[in-house]
């Protein structure tokens, strides 16, 4: 199975910041990466597919951007709302494995 | 707008069985697959495998094999599974969610249903 690491852990930054989350996988991917958001209690929704996809309704201050085996998601002008753990997903091969996580609160 | 419904929280005994369901609305049902995927705080989120709502051909992973049990009622757009010979490391969250069949959207879930949280306990 392919192995995805995500870093950080945790996060903690200010309101407005902008935020950057890594996700490494462990063979190329081919740019088959997804990002979901989870808030509190919620279900994990979907924000960007293929690296850097938006996915519909999602506001566009959230970007991927990646290639290879190396991803990053980017949160602009952060908001209370995005108080959320946020998971990496590779899509390119069986079975689709997920990052461990990152969870970000607002200082 | 797109909707999955989740059957409720389960309690069971080690070695029973339980069946969740995931109702779908909103969207052509078979134009999609369904999958199944575990949440527990230890281990994240782990993929069981998915259903072709259309064929009802199935996937597993290998490590849900003989655990998990897809199928699938066109006639109610409803997704089911059943998992057996339950242990306490099957306490966990379930989810079901919509998968896209083709690329880019392959394995990409873009709906998800809001979890059945079953709890494996004597």
């Known amino acids: 199975d392919i192995q995805m690491t995500q870093s950080p852990a945790s996060l903690s930054a200010s309101l407005g910041e902008t935020v950057t989350i890594e996700c490494l996988a462990s063979e190329d991917i081919y740019s088959n990466l997804a990002w979901y958001q989870q808030k509190p209690g919620k279900s994990p929704q979907l924000l960007i597919y293929?690296?850097?996809s938006l996915n519909d309704g999602v506001p566009s201050r959230f970007s991927g951007s990646g290639s290879g085996t190396q991803y990053s998601l980017k949160i602009n002008s952060l908001q209370s709302e995005d108080v959320s753990i946020y998971f990496c997903?590779?899509?390119?091969?069986?079975?689709?494995?997920f990052g461990s996580g990152t969870k970000l609160e607002i200082k | 707008q797109v909707q999955l419904q989740q059957s409720g929280a389960e309690l069971a005994k080690p070695g029973s069985s339980v069946k969740i369901s995931c109702k779908a609305s909103?969207?052509?049902?078979?134009?999609?697959?369904i999958s199944w995927i575990k949440q527990t705080t230890g281990q994240g989120l782990e993929y069981i495998g998915y259903?072709?709502?259309?064929?009802?051909?199935?996937y597993y992973n290998e490590k849900f094999k003989g655990k998990a049990t897809l199928t699938v009622d066109k006639s109610s757009s409803t997704a089911f599974m059943q998992l057996s010979s339950l242990t306490p490391e099957d306490t966990a969250v379930y989810y079901c969610?919509?998968?896209?069949?083709?690329?880019?959207?392959?394995?990409?879930?873009?709906?998800w249903g809001q979890g059945a949280s079953v709890t494996v306990s004597s």
């Open positions: 997903q590779q899509n390119y091969d069986s079975p689709p494995t």
């Open positions: 909103g969207y052509t049902f078979t134009s999609y697959d």
């Open positions: 969610a919509r998968t896209g069949t083709t690329l880019p959207h392959y394995y990409v879930m873009d709906a």
């Open positions: 259903i072709n709502t259309g064929s009802g051909g199935t």
């Open positions: 293929y690296a850097n």
